[in-house]
């Protein structure tokens, strides 16, 4: 078990495929390539060398925090990459500029033309959706620039909306531990809104529960089929629904619910689609799977639970396969800052006086390595790995260990990684 293979360009930038790390070592040793970008790990040849390209295949796996990213070569996965969104933060950061806004109006009493030609354009997602879309599809360039992909896979749906088209009428086969099995799973969970029918528990494992026992004539059609905790199921065992479930008003409720299907919007997820749209204009195979799929292939590796195992087990692909990474590259979306010009105090005033305009060339965001010559309040001297905080007048301000660092020298610095809107770990 290694950490991710690295990527490796040509001497013209066209990609070569992946290699081992060590491989990678040996090549840098060796100065037959230079990296050309730290995160992701991407070296270039010093020499064009006409070599065979070893084709990959990305796969994704969309999340509304989380993204999940694996590259797969052959049925081996050697990159594995979580994107983690800041949804919630744009989110927040336009409630409180609609509030500002809010404030100034009410202030403000001259009259105002009302608006016109505000509709929503077809397509339209709101910001911190669309980030989402828009941060998967930088990620599938930059993989596609630096690696050979031929095919993307992604987790479209989560369960088979064409085999489960009115599944409740026409009635499917179902298997525990079969992949019919997770897709009707996967069904059920969201009709029943990923709790117990009977208690209403939530977050704990839920269990394929038969309204009708099939030892009193019920059948395997989804339209008898709830999920329970195990608490429930253990008490409910043989009985029908109308001896365990005494409420008459709780028991018409689950009656009349397990006999209506899932309207199919309820499947679709506007997001994903959205990003099978984008991938499809940047590739020309595309394949699209289910949630079912993934977790069953999952379970029946017995692979953990991460959002980059659950992309390498996405598809037909991901039913036999090698993990070779130990640990997947962690990159959350910081953003770029705002374009307010100055921090203001609860007065409205400049809150700090404007630093003397000094070229460092460094922005926030940027890694950088640095060396610290004497001890400071929090942190003792040495070299560090650092984020740029801020420019300020002499040098830069740096975050070391979470505490806020002042570099008096640019001489002491220099730099790994300029900002790219995303911060990098392991
Ligand atoms: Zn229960």
């Not at 409180?96 to 806004?101: L, T």
């Not at 930059?142 to 987790?155: D, K, S």
């Not at 009635?171 to 709790?195: A, T």
């Not at 026992?213 to 065992?237: E, F, I, M, W, Y």
Request: glycine residues 6%.
């Amino acid at each position: 078990m290694h950490t991710n293979y690295v990527f490796l360009l040509n001497a013209d930038k066209s990609p070569l495929g992946m290699i081992h790390p060590a491989r990678a070592r040996e090549l840098q040793d060796k100065k037959k390539a230079a990296v050309f970008r730290r995160y992701p790990y991407v070296l270039i040849l010093r020499n064009q060398v006409n070599s065979v390209i070893k084709a990959c295949i990305l796969k994704i796996d969309p999340g509304s925090k989380w993204t999940g990213f694996a590259i797969q070569m052959g049925s081996s996965i050697i990159l594995r990459m979580e994107l983690e969104h800041r949804g919630e933060i744009i989110k927040l950061d336009l409630e409180k500029r609609a509030g500002f806004r809010r404030g100034r109006r009410s202030r403000n009493l001259r009259y105002r033309m009302e608006r016109s030609g505000r509709r929503k354009k077809e397509g339209w997602l709101p910001p911190s959706l669309r980030h989402r879309l828009l941060t998967v599809e930088t990620w599938i360039k930059r993989f596609m620039r630096y690696c050979p992909i031929i095919t993307i896979e992604i987790e479209q749906v989560r369960f088979d909306t064409q085999k489960m088209n009115n599944p409740e009428i026409k009635g499917v086969e179902y298997q525990q531990g079969e992949l019919m099995g997770y897709e009707v799973r996967q069904y059920l969970l969201e009709k029943w809104g990923n709790e117990c029918t009977y208690c209403g528990v939530k977050n704990v494992p839920l269990e394929v529960e038969h309204v009708k026992p099939k030892s009193k004539g019920g059948s395997d059609r989804v339209s008898n089929l709830t999920l329970a905790c195990h608490c429930c199921n253990q008490k409910k065992g043989d009985k029908d629904v109308s001896e365990f479930v005494s409420d008459k008003a709780k028991l018409d409720i689950i009656l009349s619910q397990a006999k209506t299907p899932l309207k199919d919007a309820a499947a679709v997820n506007s997001t994903r689609f959205a990003i099978v749209e984008t991938a499809k204009k940047l590739c020309d195979n595309v394949k699209c799977w289910t949630g079912g799929r993934t977790k069953f292939n999952r379970f029946k590796q017995g692979f953990e639970k991460s959002h980059s195992i659950d992309a390498a087990c996405v598809g037909e692909s991901g039913s036999n396969i090698k993990i070779k990474t130990q640990q997947p590259l962690i990159v959350v979306c910081k953003g770029h800052g705002s374009r307010q010009a100055r921090r203001v105090n609860k007065y409205g005033f400049p809150a700090v006086q404007k630093a003397k305009a000094v070229f460092t060339h460094a922005t926030a965001g940027d890694l950088v390595r640095v060396v610290l010559d004497s001890d400071r309040k929090n942190v003792t001297k040495g070299k560090y790995i650092a984020r740029v905080k801020t420019p300020t007048k002499k040098a830069v301000e740096v975050v070391i260990n979470g505490k806020r660092v002042e570099i008096s020298s640019m001489k002491n610095v220099s730099f790994i990684q300029r900002s790219d809107g995303y911060a990098y770990s392991f």
